[in-house]
């Protein structure tokens, strides 16, 4: 079992900035790539980022692309998404997600490990 805590959410103003943090423990050696979720209530969860553990290659929703960076500690098991330039709808409780294998997935249906969330609220 691969065991995923999330921090770092909080109130910001628009235009503001938040790094999120998700710490990987147990059998984190079986995790291949990490991504960042999210979701509002009433809407399914959205895809947001996502990284290779071992090569470090990203990839981005479009709507933050340019405003968010994934990034990873390998010496932490630590994966974060810094957030900048916030706008209100980036809204959400942010989930932090793992898999085994490297390719990345939009779907959540395809990571096995998932965090409890972290709230993040951008005020205008």
């Known amino acids: 079992q691969v065991q995923l805590v999330e921090s770092g959410g909080g109130l910001v103003q628009a235009g503001g900035s938040l790094r999120l943090s998700c710490a990987a423990s147990?059998?984190?050696?079986?995790?291949?790539?990490m991504a960042w979720f999210r979701q509002v209530p009433g809407k399914e969860r959205e895809f947001v980022a996502h990284i290779s553990w071992i090569g470090g290659s990203t990839v981005y929703a479009d709507s933050v692309k340019g405003r968010f960076t994934i990034s990873r500690d390998r010496a932490k098991n630590t994966v974060y998404l810094q957030m900048n330039g916030l706008k209100p709808e980036d809204t959400a409780v942010y989930y932090c997600a793992a898999r085994v294998g490297s390719s990345y997935y939009t779907a959540p249906e395809e990571y096995k490990y998932w965090g409890q969330g972290t709230q993040v609220t951008v005020s205008s």
């Open positions: 147990g059998r984190s050696f079986s995790v291949h790539s």
